[in-house]
């Protein structure tokens, strides 16, 4: 049994095993001894500290992971031991410098370098990364803001979405090099060789600035003028900017987590309605699986859409997270992938799974039923829509479905897409031709669902009653069942639609259908090819009579004619003859004459 302790390293806690723990101690302790007489000793040490942090954190999968001698081991190989390296001041000196630990590659990520800025550092960030001098990354920002008009929105976007590289590890990471001692100490070591540099110059400039000064000078107040005078203009508008961009990112986060927290729980609310249907009858479902004509199991595609739709709403999820936490784990490059192949393999599954469905529907097929009806050319038809004890319909038809039981308890699909056209025979007797339609993935199936629709009829004391409405068995899915009722009339013959066929009847009347809704309820004599209305209101009969007036333009002026009445306008003035007022206007004035005043 090995005991344990608890350690806070750059201000993280970790449970570590007691003889790693003396192990990373001495480490430790050697790497402070090395930077005894070091400039920046403390910054140095600290680093070094948050490194291994990092690194212990890499590879502790929870928080109750013990550290052991492997994980201290593993961290001191990849930081290096404190004899490898020169780290008095000399390193720095332009003399010979010692063979360093051979690289065993980059691990580079992308920062924004707040260091060599201009605005947010997204353009010396990117040069880190890809290698470059920053200058062409600049110029390719001024052709996409001048030249497409994208750059100032992506560049916005590049802002708020790559971090800035505070700490030393994060700036060594951000040039490739390995996070080591070596390069923490040579980092730190620059960083205050260019303040003492930038310090030596403003020191210089203040020096000059106090010689040339009156001896009364307020060194205070100029201490301030220069301080104020170090911010450039790019750093006041980038606060400025900065302030409200992160603002927004804070609302576009918000709404990023409670969209995709909103989706991703109905996602899981229907994946589990679905996972307990053949358990909890939930309504509505029956209706899924009839039109389910590809016979594609209901759960299966219920996973395959919580994956397609689930995933893209978890990474914007997972995206708001980021935006409002900027420290936040990342989820790891296994999980990331493995969630994106489960999302491609869901879009293809629902794609095939499309196309399984529409192949249902590809073909149509139809099934006539022929049957002469004794009516002949001196008769009177009356026909009307009944419906069943089991199927109550309000005789407003669509052209969808429900699920219903019949008279034997078997349940059944019922529709009332049911349509009546009458046409003309030169026949003696009456004809009526029952058509039925279904789809099918081939012509055989169409057929077979055809014929397998059930539809009836009745005909007595010369009135035909129809049903309104068709049924078939669960078995033969919904394939867009329908029925078209032709009833063929002799000439001469009269036929009375009643108020309940009114919607089962077309809207409008041709040669091909000779009864249309408005005639319902009406006695219509069938014609060859053309219907009669026998009680219809007649309509009065208005004439209308258009006279084109005649119109004459020519150097004398205007003249216009139209059944005796004229207007004529020339330079004399203008006048106006009708059949009993003419009208005369001139320079010296108007004068109007009228039979009635003779």
Not at 274 to 297: C, K, Q, R
Not at 298 to 303: C, G, H, K, P, Q
Not at 345 to 352: G, H, K, N, R, T
Request: aromatic share 10%; with cysteine; hydrophobic share 40%.
């Amino acid at each position: 049994m090995n005991k344990t302790v608890n350690i806070n390293l750059a201000g993280i806690f970790f449970h570590i095993d007691e003889d790693a723990y003396l192990k990373l101690q001495r480490y430790l302790e050697a790497i402070k001894r090395s930077f005894t007489d070091s400039q920046g000793r403390s910054e140095i040490i600290a680093d070094i500290e948050a490194r291994i942090a990092e690194l212990f954190n890499e590879r502790v999968q929870n928080d109750k992971q013990v550290i052991g001698i492997k994980q201290v081991d593993d961290v001191i190989a990849i930081m290096g031991q404190p004899e490898d390296y020169i780290v008095d001041d000399e390193i720095f000196e332009d003399e010979p410098q010692p063979v360093r630990p051979k690289k065993t590659g980059k691990k580079q990520k992308l920062f924004r370098d707040p260091d060599n800025a201009y605005v947010g550092g997204v353009s010396s960030g990117l040069a880190h990364y890809f290698g470059i001098d920053a200058i062409w990354i600049r110029l390719a920002w001024i052709l996409l803001i001048f030249g497409l008009g994208t750059g100032v929105l992506l560049y916005i976007l590049l802002w708020i979405l790559v971090p800035e590289a505070k700490t030393t590890a994060e700036k060594i990471m951000m040039t490739g090099e390995p996070v080591n001692i070596s390069n923490i100490e040579k980092k730190i070591k620059d960083g205050f060789e260019n303040v003492t540099e930038t310090v030596g110059k403003a020191a210089k400039n203040v020096t000059d600035s106090v010689t040339n000064a009156a001896k009364n000078v307020d060194l205070k107040k100029q201490s301030n003028n220069i301080k104020s005078s170090s911010q450039t203009f790019f750093d006041a508008v980038s606060n400025f900017i900065m302030f409200f961009v992160k603002l927004f990112a804070k609302f576009i986060g918000i709404l990023l987590i409670f969209v995709g927290a909103a989706t991703l729980i109905t996602l899981i609310i229907g994946l589990l309605s679905v996972g307990v249907v053949d358990i909890i009858h939930i309504p509505g479902l029956d209706m899924v699986e009839i039109a389910n004509t590809g016979n594609t199991p209901i759960w299966l595609v219920s996973i395959f859409t919580f994956f397609a739709v689930g995933i893209p709403f978890f990474f914007l999820f997972y995206l708001g997270l980021k935006i409002l936490i900027t420290n936040l784990k990342s989820i790891g490059n296994f999980a990331k992938f493995t969630l994106l192949g489960l999302w491609l393999i869901s879009v293809i599954a629902l794609v095939v799974i499309g196309v399984r469905q529409a192949s249902e529907h590809a073909y149509d097929e139809s099934f006539n039923q022929k049957v002469e009806l004794p009516v002949t050319a001196n008769d009177t038809l009356t026909v009307k829509m009944v419906s069943s004890d089991s199927f109550h319909s309000s005789f407003n038809r669509n052209n969808g479905f429900k699920i219903k039981h019949n008279e034997a308890g078997e349940k059944v699909i019922y529709s009332t897409d049911i349509n009546i056209r009458v046409k003309s025979t030169t026949e003696n007797t009456a004809k009526l031709i029952i058509e039925k339609h279904a789809d099918g993935s081939d012509y055989d199936i169409a057929l077979q669902r055809a014929k397998n629709i059930v539809y009836t009829y009745e005909f007595r004391n010369n009135t035909l009653y129809l049903n309104d409405h068709l049924t078939t068995h669960v078995k033969n899915k919904f394939s867009d069942q329908e029925v078209y009722v032709y009833l063929y009339l002799p000439e001469n013959a009269v036929v009375y639609f009643s108020q309940s066929t009114k919607s089962f009847l077309s809207y409008y009347r041709n040669s091909n259908n000779l009864v249309s809704r408005e005639l319902t309820n009406h006695y219509i004599k069938i014609n060859a090819e053309e219907s009669e209305c026998l009680d219809c209101p007649e309509e009065d009969d208005f004439e209308i009579e258009v006279h084109t007036p005649k119109l004459k333009i020519n150097d004398d002026g205007i003249e216009i004619t139209t059944d005796g009445n004229e207007i004529k306008i020339d330079d004399e003035g203008v006048k106006a003859t009708s059949e009993t007022v003419r009208v005369n206007i001139n320079s010296d004035g108007i004068e109007i004459d009228s039979d009635e005043n003779n």
